[in-house]
C-alpha cells in the first residue's frame, strides 16, 4: 500500500478537510442530527423531574416536542447526563459531540500504536470510510459508540500489558450502556494470571450487585428498562447482525417461494454457526499461542472482537467501529501485499440502487448486510492465518511470518 510522499501528505489533507466538513455539518444542525443523545438529554431531565424516562411520552413533554426513539439503557447510565452543567440542548448538544471528537482522536492515536507503523492516510481513510462508514454513522445519530470503544480499547491496553485490574473497570464502564462488552471478561480465561478466577468472578459479582440493586431501589424503572430493549425489531442495514440476517433470508425466501423458515430452524441455525465460530476461533487461538507474547495477546484482542460482532443477536451499524483495527491489522498481514489494495477497497464499498426485479430485492440484503459479510471475510482471514502458522514447524513459520509482513512490523507494547 505505497504512496508517494506528496500523494500522501494531499490524501491526508483532503481527508482531514472531509472530516471536518462531516463534524460541522453535524454541530449546525442539531434538528437533522444526533437523535440518539436528543434521547439521552431529555431521558435525563425527565428522570431529574422525577418521570419515567423510559417513557416516550414523559420524554416528549420535557422536550415540548415529539421525541420519536425510546431510551434503552441502564438507569445508571443516565447518571453523567445529570450531571452535566445546565447547558441548553443546543450547547450540551455541542458539547457531545466535542467530546466524541476528543476521544476520537485518542482512540485514533491508540489504534496507530497497536497497529505499529502503518500509512497514516490510509489508515484514517479505512477509519472513515470502512463497515459503510461505522464512525460517520456513530457521529451522525449521536450514540454513545464511541466512548464504549474508547472504553474498550483502553481496557485492551491494559490487558494486553497484563494490567487486569483496570482493564476490568474499563470493561465494567464500557458495560454501562450496552451491556454486552460485559463478554470480553472472558479474555481473562486467555491469560496466566493466577488471580483471573478473582478478577473475572469479582467483576461479575459487581456488575450483578449494580444492576440488581437499581432493580431493588426502583421495580417499575428496570421492567420499562427491560420491556423497551424487547421491543427492539430493527433488522437490514441499520442492524446487520447474524440473527436478523437469518431473519432477513427467511423473509426473502417466503417473498419468493411462499414458504418461509420456521423460528425453531432459524435459531437452531444460528446456534450452529455460533459452535462453528467459537470452534474455529479456539483453533486459532491455540494456533496463537506460539507466537511471540505481545502478538498473541492482540491477536486473542482481535478474535475476542471478530466472535463478538459475529455472534450479538443485535449489532447495529456503527458498532462495527469495534472491528475497524482488527479488519486494518489483517489487511496489513495480507499475503501477497497486491491483495492489500482490494481489501481496502471491499471495506469501503456503498450500496446502489439495482434496478432488475428479485436481483434487487437480493441484493439489497446483500448489500444490508455487507459490513457483517466483511466481519466473517477478516474473521476468516485471521483464522487461516493463524491455523496455517500452526501447521508448519517453526523454522517454517518464520518464514510464512516473514512473507506475511508486507513492509514492517506489527506493533509490540510493552
Not at 472530516?19 to 444542525?29: C, K, R, S
Not at 447482525?241 to 417466503?254: H, Q, Y
Not at 444460528?270 to 507474547?293: C, D, E, K, N, Q
Request: glycine fraction near 6%; hydrophobic fraction near 50%.
Amino acid at each position: 500500500m505505497m504512496l508517494g510522499k506528496w500523494s500522501r501528505r494531499l490524501a491526508g489533507v483532503l481527508l482531514l478537510a472531509y472530516a471536518g466538513f462531516l463534524v460541522f455539518g453535524i454541530a449546525t444542525d442539531e434538528a437533522a442530527f444526533q437523535p440518539d443523545f436528543r434521547v439521552y438529554y431529555y431521558a435525563a431531565r425527565a428522570w431529574e423531574e422525577g418521570l419515567n424516562p423510559y417513557d416516550p411520552d414523559s420524554l416528549s413533554r420535557v422536550a415540548q416536542s415529539p421525541v420519536q426513539h425510546r431510551y434503552v439503557y441502564p438507569v445508571l447510565a443516565l447518571v453523567p447526563f445529570r450531571f452535566i452543567p445546565p447547558l441548553s440542548y443546543r450547547d450540551a448538544y455541542r458539547l457531545f459531540l466535542a467530546v466524541k471528537c476528543l476521544i476520537l482522536v485518542g482512540l485514533l492515536c491508540l489504534w496507530r500504536k497497536i497497529l505499529g507503523p502503518s500509512h497514516r492516510a490510509v489508515f484514517y481513510a479505512f477509519c472513515l470510510l470502512a463497515f459503510n462508514g461505522s464512525l460517520y454513522l456513530d457521529f451522525r445519530s449521536g450514540n454513545v459508540s464511541v466512548i464504549e470503544q474508547g472504553a474498550l480499547w483502553l481496557s485492551f491496553l491494559f490487558f494486553a500489558r497484563g494490567n487486569l485490574f483496570p482493564f476490568c473497570l474499563l470493561v465494567l464502564l464500557g458495560s454501562s450502556f450496552k451491556i454486552t462488552p460485559l463478554l470480553f471478561l472472558l479474555l481473562l480465561w486467555s491469560t496466566s494470571d493466577r488471580k483471573r478466577h478473582w478478577y473475572f468472578f469479582g467483576s461479575v459479582a459487581c456488575f450483578l450487585v449494580v444492576h440488581g440493586a437499581l432493580f431493588l431501589i426502583d421495580t417499575t424503572l428496570f421492567r420499562a428498562f427491560v420491556q423497551n430493549v424487547r421491543q427492539f425489531d430493527e433488522m437490514g442495514i441499520v442492524n446487520p447482525s447474524t440473527v436478523t440476517f437469518l431473519n432477513s433470508l427467511s423473509t426473502l425466501i417466503a417473498g419468493t417461494t411462499g414458504y418461509g423458515v420456521p423460528p425453531a430452524v432459524r435459531w437452531a441455525l444460528f446456534a450452529g454457526i455460533v459452535i462453528a465460530i467459537v470452534v474455529a476461533s479456539s483453533r486459532a487461538y491455540l494456533a496463537a499461542r506460539r507466537l511471540p507474547h505481545d502478538e498473541q495477546v492482540w491477536q486473542a484482542v482481535f478474535l475476542a472482537c471478530f466472535v463478538y460482532a459475529l455472534i450479538l443477536p443485535r449489532f447495529k451499524d456503527y458498532s462495527f467501529i469495534l472491528l475497524l483495527v482488527p479488519a486494518f491489522s489483517v489487511i496489513k498481514r495480507a499475503s501477497p501485499a497486491s491483495a492489500q489494495i482490494p481489501l481496502v477497497v471491499l471495506a469501503v464499498l456503498s450500496a446502489h440502487y439495482v434496478h432488475l426485479p428479485l436481483l434487487r430485492d437480493v441484493l439489497d440484503v446483500v448489500w444490508d448486510y455487507y459490513p457483517l459479510a466483511l466481519a466473517y471475510l477478516f474473521w476468516g482471514m485471521q483464522i487461516r492465518e493463524l491455523v496455517s502458522r500452526h501447521l508448519t514447524t517453526p523454522r517454517e513459520a518464520a518464514n510464512v511470518e516473514n512473507a506475511l509482513r508486507p513492509e514492517c512490523e506489527p506493533g509490540h507494547l510493552s
